[in-house]
């Protein structure tokens, strides 16, 4: 028969014990003298964060449970609070061989359903930003499951834009009293309402009695019987976007900020979203409308250029055809063919060099920036090329970036010289052409070409390009690319 764990006469066996307190919806948890978790039970867990066999973060609970060791007490009373977890009190209490036992008290199994259902909330809003939706449809979800989830009367995503706080989403419960409809503004100046609070501070923010609150958004409230409210900011690529507020006619928990946190977050996360999608559209306009435009300059540039040479020299040799009876007039004929085939061959020859040039790719960047310089109208110094090839695409883009560097320079900024310098790092390539011109440059400016095509170039391959052009100071143009 196989071996059973011991256990006291008439008492559990020690598997039995931990089974049944794995089962119990009591948040139990214990603790050894180094802080580690000997035991949590799932409840523990989702309340306090501890799992068995780590060691517990350092902070308020840790910080109680040094207490204890330290003290001669055998039991203490605790109440826990944190910034990203509700407030809990429990008991802690010594047992034998060195080890810290807690259990939460009864609030904890609130706290724990509140836990979830606020997760199920986050969950459902994530869920619907992974799928892309239009941010207005964001906005809605986000202010109606922060709504439901605090059990308020109303919810609003808002937004920052002229001065004025927009509402861009609102939910209200059956009890609906009204205001703050979408398209709703107020204005941020002379109030010291929670728009113009956030707007300020960036911070969360509360208010718990709107009776003497200054300016248009509290008369709003006031009207429309809201006696408390309760804001977290939305940081959007680095600026306060707007807010989401939840307003109530009682009071507030004291973890609504907190709580409302994630929802902001996540409005945060649509709206970047968007701007990145938005961004990948713009620049595959602008690659189209680029390749349409270098079509037609190609057929423009073949038709007037090297096709009429070469339709003119057809016709000059069937002219010599006809005079080579008169040597002197054929030769004169003959010359001036030939004249037109050189010069038909030198367009051609710019056309592909526009195109692709021969020697990058027979030869690598170094020959090919060489004979750039070689070609330049303006003095070209050129350091630290990476003497082995790299990729094909990442030589390309920083030929083209420098040849368009040089075009700039030449035809924009009066310049007298430009100054290539690269750096290959372990996983990148690091480009600065620097120009003593007067400065100026846009690379927002064109569509499709110049440093704006440049850039979605540059950035198709997950590299970046910035442009630095004070007036008077020159441009330099900076180009990071990897390698990898």
């Known amino acids: ?50 799992q068995t066999g780590r060691m517990l973060e350092d902070g308020a609970l840790a910080g109680e449970l040094r207490e204890l060791l330290a003290s001669a007490d055998t039991r203490r009373r605790v109440r826990i609070g944190g910034e990203r977890r509700m407030p809990i009190s429990g008991t802690l209490f010594t047992l034998e061989d060195d080890l810290i036992g807690m259990v939460l008290d009864a609030g904890a199994y609130e706290a724990l359903a509140q836990l979830a259902e606020e997760q199920s909330a986050l969950r459902r809003v994530a869920t619907l930003v992974a799928s892309a939706p239009e941010p207005d449809e964001v906005f809605q979800a986000v202010a109606e499951e922060a709504g439901k989830l605090l059990h308020v009367r109303s919810a609003a995503t808002i937004r920052y834009d002229g001065g004025q706080a927009w509402t861009v989403g609102r939910w209200a419960d059956e009890h609906d009293p009204g205001g703050f409809i979408v398209g709703t503004s107020v204005p941020l100046a002379d109030s010291e309402g929670l728009t113009a609070i956030v707007a300020r501070t960036g911070s969360p923010a509360r208010i718990e009695d709107y009776t003497d609150v200054r300016g248009r958004a509290a008369e709003l409230m006031r009207a429309n019987g809201f006696r ?12 306060i976007w707007g807010l989401v ?140 090329v990476p003497e082995q090839r790299l990729a094909e695409p990442v030589e390309a883009a920083v030929y083209f970036v420098v040849a368009e560097s040089l075009t700039n320079a030449v035809k924009h900024a009066e310049a007298s010289e430009l100054r290539v310098r690269m750096r290959a790092e372990a996983s990148e390539l690091r480009v600065e052409i620097a120009d003593d011109g007067r400065g100026g440059a846009d690379v927002g400016a064109g569509n499709g070409s110049g440093l704006r095509g440049l850039a979605d170039r540059v950035e198709a391959l997950g590299g970046q390009l910035a442009v630095e052009s004070t007036p008077g100071a020159g441009t330099t143009v900076r180009a990071v690319l990897p390698l990898q």
Do not use: W
């Open 1 to 50: 028969m196989p071996a059973r764990s011991p256990r006291p006469s008439g008492g559990l066996a020690p598997s039995a014990l931990r089974g049944l307190l794995d089962a119990t919806p009591a948040a139990v948890g214990c603790f050894d003298a180094a802080l580690r978790v000997v035991y949590a039970n799932t409840a523990f867990t989702m309340v306090t964060g501890a």
């Open 245 to 384: 507020l939840v307003a109530s006619v009682s009071a507030l928990g004291p973890d609504a900020e907190t709580r409302l946190a994630g929802f902001a977050g996540l409005v945060a996360l649509a709206l970047e979203s968007a701007e990145a999608r938005a961004e990948v559209n713009e620049s595959r306009v602008r690659i189209l409308q680029a390749g349409v435009r270098e079509r037609r300059r190609l057929e423009r540039n073949l038709h007037d250029g090297a096709q009429q040479r070469l339709v003119a020299l057809a016709v000059q040799l069937r002219m010599l055809e006809k005079k080579l009876a008169e040597p002197e007039r054929a030769g004169t004929i003959l010359r001036g063919a030939a004249h037109e085939l050189e010069q038909a061959l030198a367009e051609l020859r710019e056309l592909a060099r526009g195109l692709h040039p021969a020697v990058l790719s027979d030869r690598g960047l170094a020959p090919a920036l060489e004979t750039l310089a070689s070609r330049s109208p303006l003095p070209l110094s050129v350091e630290g």
């Open 228 to 239: 408390s409210a309760v804001a977290a900011p939305v940081v959007a690529g680095g600026r």
